[in-house]
């Protein structure tokens, strides 16, 4: 049962958002949810079935930083390679930062951690994309 929930919410996520403009508005869909469960999000996360909610997170992760990507990346001449890097890089961060809140218990105020880190990374998937266009530009 549990694992069937987290699917129809994950699922539920990502239709609720086919684009998306920043990668905060993703951040803060997937936050939203497990603040409103908070108490079955944290029995989940602190049980034997935590591999199910980690591959979900990874799969909802996955979504916003590749749908934001789609945005960012658009028709840019970047290799697959800095692509998928770039991809990988920032749904590391997401899930990372999320689990590092459910650690906390859920007791820090995410939203306020995810606004002020995408403040202070703002320009910069654009400037990996930039660099990447430069260095194959220059022919690596």
Request: hydrophobic share 40%.
């Amino acid at each position: 049962m549990i694992e069937k929930i987290i699917i129809e919410e994950a699922d539920r996520i990502i239709a609720e958002y086919p684009s998306l403009d920043s990668l905060e508005m993703g951040f803060n869909a997937a936050i939203d949810f497990a603040e409103k469960h908070r108490h079955a999000i944290l029995n989940i996360f602190r049980s034997v079935n935590r591999e199910i909610f980690e591959q979900y997170l990874w799969k909802v992760c996955d979504y916003v930083v590749v749908s934001y990507g789609k945005t960012v990346f658009a028709d840019k001449p970047i290799t697959d390679e800095d692509r998928d890097l770039i991809i990988q890089f920032y749904k590391a961060q997401c899930f990372g930062m999320v689990i590092d809140w459910l650690r906390s218990g859920m007791r820090e105020d995410v939203h306020n951690k995810i606004h002020r880190i995408c403040e202070l990374q703002k320009g910069m998937f654009e400037e990996m994309i930039r660099r990447s266009i430069e260095s194959k530009d220059k022919g690596k």
